[in-house]
């Protein structure tokens, strides 16, 4: 008995030994840094150095590749796979058994390595697998026709009345299929414009995006954008231009399409897209030892969170849909729409009402407000790769209903900054000065966001962002406006801060004011306008 147990003790140890995991190899530098900085063309394209110009994003070392003889030494070590890379994180994405993969701490160039199996780095987890787009794959049996609802919730019907339908901005979507798109006639006007611009699909690393039929999920996605069919359906930016990236293999669940993600944010960012779209969420795994908890997503601890916040870091406005958690006991957002830096969407029905499936904010994203706002996911007209006007729920597809119109509405105000146009579109919502876990800051108005970036601009105006913030306001003054006084009142109307302000544009510490509900006022000779801001 007792050699019996042995024996299998040993075969335990033996199939543990064997079995292959994932991790993440953080590298130490970038030997080609300097020479990189130095010639910026080489490592983006000229759109993408023109977008951090004018959005005064600095070009740094995050922008310059990983470098390749690093790559190609981890492809010779025993039992080591390459899957992905990140010149973001400057890690490499690898599997192998975790012996072997712990074999690489030794080589000069490795600083860390993080294993995706929690259970290597920290406490095991375990929750159970459901399908991420069951909700979405569930069918339900220029005049908008069946579009008119989820167009006029928001008020982006204005906006295309005006000619903004998202001209001249430029979308990648991140997705797990988008199989028919360059062929089916609901995308026809998107192919006549030449505003389909290009793809790659990152799980089969092909250039081909509509090869894989395992997922028409994306094909669906982007026609809430994108899609057109003469007085039957009309996308909320019909006329941007679209990046399409399959990251997702619908096939499994693993971290690595996180890493696939991140890689196809990198690409978007050297390309010099303006707005990433992604209907994805990350929770829990195939292998549980992968899983997150509610807990964690507290915008700090995935990889794909974190890939999403240096998306937005440089420049990318970040449209993520909240997820289909809200009636499962996980309830809250999943990864990257934890990110406090990404505009999470949740979700409403035709009456602009709550949907249960919608996920809510929760204890972990604490001093920000999860979702951000809200848009159709209930019963919301979309277009299949058979071409075919349908019906799905899914705040997949909020999430694009409100990308799309956000794309027209930064067509409108195109000098305002990503995060600016974040707080606009916030601001103009129906529960901006109540939010919930619910609806976030509620169903915005598209159109009175417009009016609150043109405001914005007149001489009577300024600006000031992030709202909320956590240790600096950035403050822009009119041109025409040469000095202001400042003042910072809190609750109870007590002056807690005063300065005399005569530059465009300041930058303003609070990092020293507790938490809670603040007034600004800021006056001129001719105005004064008072704003309350959130300190986290």
């Known amino acids: 008995m007792i ?29 080609n840094v300097s020479s990189a900085l130095a010639n910026p063309i080489s490592i983006l394209t000229q759109k993408a150095i023109d977008r951090k110009q004018n959005h005064n994003i600095a070009i740094d070392e995050r922008d310059v590749p990983v470098d390749e003889a690093y790559i190609s030494d981890l492809k010779t070590k025993a039992g080591i796979t390459v899957l992905a890379k990140s010149k973001w994180f400057n890690a490499v994405h690898v599997r192998g058994t975790e012996a072997d993969i712990n074999a690489l701490s030794v080589l000069t160039y490795v600083d860390t390595i993080d294993f995706a199996n929690k259970s290597l780095n920290t406490a095991s987890r375990s929750n159970a697998v459901i399908g991420k787009t069951n909700i979405e794959d569930e069918t339900i049996n220029f ?89 039957q359906f009309v996308g909320t930016a019909p006329d941007a231009s679209y990046y399409l990236f399959r990251t997702e293999d619908s096939s499994s669940e693993t971290p690595l399409e996180e890493s696939y993600w991140v890689e196809a944010a990198e690409r978007s960012d050297s390309l010099g897209v303006d707005m990433i779209n992604t209907s994805l969420g990350y929770r829990v795994f195939d292998n549980a030892n992968y899983d997150y908890t509610p807990a964690d997503m507290n915008g700090q601890v995935a990889f794909i969170t974190k890939g999403a916040s240096i998306a937005a870091e ?23 729409a934890d990110s406090p830096n990404v505009l999470s969407i949740g979700g409403v029905d035709a009456n602009g009402n709550y949907v249960s499936f919608s996920s809510q904010g929760g204890t972990a994203q604490i001093g920000y407000q999860k ?10 007209f ?8 349908t019906q799905n729920n899914g705040t997949s597809f909020s999430g694009p209903i409100m990308c799309g119109g956000i794309a027209s509405l930064w067509q409108a105000i195109p000098d305002a900054l990503p995060t600016e146009v974040m707080d606009y579109v916030r601001q103009s919502a129906s529960q901006y000065n109540s939010p919930d876990d619910f609806l976030g800051y509620g169903i915005p108005d598209l159109a009175l966001a417009r009016s609150l970036g043109l405001d914005e601009e007149s001489i009577n105006s300024y600006s000031f962002y992030p709202n909320p913030v956590k240790n600096e306001i950035n403050l822009r003054l009119p041109s025409v406006i040469r000095t202001i006084k400042l003042s910072i009142y809190s609750q109870l109307g007590q002056e807690i801060y005063q300065s005399i302000i005569d530059e465009v544009l300041t930058t303003i510490d609070v990092s020293k004011l507790s938490a809670g509900i603040y007034v600004m006022k800021l006056s001129s000779e001719s105005n004064s306008q008072t704003f309350k801001f959130v300190k986290e």
């Open 3 to 31: 050699r019996k147990l042995t024996m299998l003790l040993l075969f335990l140890i033996t199939i543990s030994s064997y079995s292959q995991e994932d991790a993440w190899i953080y590298l130490i530098d970038k030997p």
């Open 143 to 231: 005049t908008y026709g069946n579009t008119l609802n989820q167009v006029e919730m928001i008020n982006v019907d204005d906006l295309h009345v005006a000619d903004f339908t998202g001209e001249g901005i430029t979308i990648a979507v991140m997705d797990s299929g988008f199989p028919s798109v360059n062929t089916m006639g609901a995308f026809q006007r998107l192919r006549d414009n030449n505003d389909l611009l290009d793809g790659y699909d990152f799980v089969d690393r092909t250039s081909d995006v509509y090869a894989s039929t395992a997922s028409s999920h994306g094909t669906r996605v982007l026609s809430t954008m994108a899609g057109f069919v003469q007085d």
């Open 314 to 336: 440089k420049g990318i406005l970040v449209v993520v849909s909240a997820g289909n958690a809200g009636a499962t006991t996980w309830q809250t957002v999943g990864a990257p």
């Open 371 to 380: 979702p951000d706002v809200v848009a159709r996911a209930g019963s919301a």
């Open 382 to 389: 979309v277009i299949d790769q058979s071409n075919n006007i």
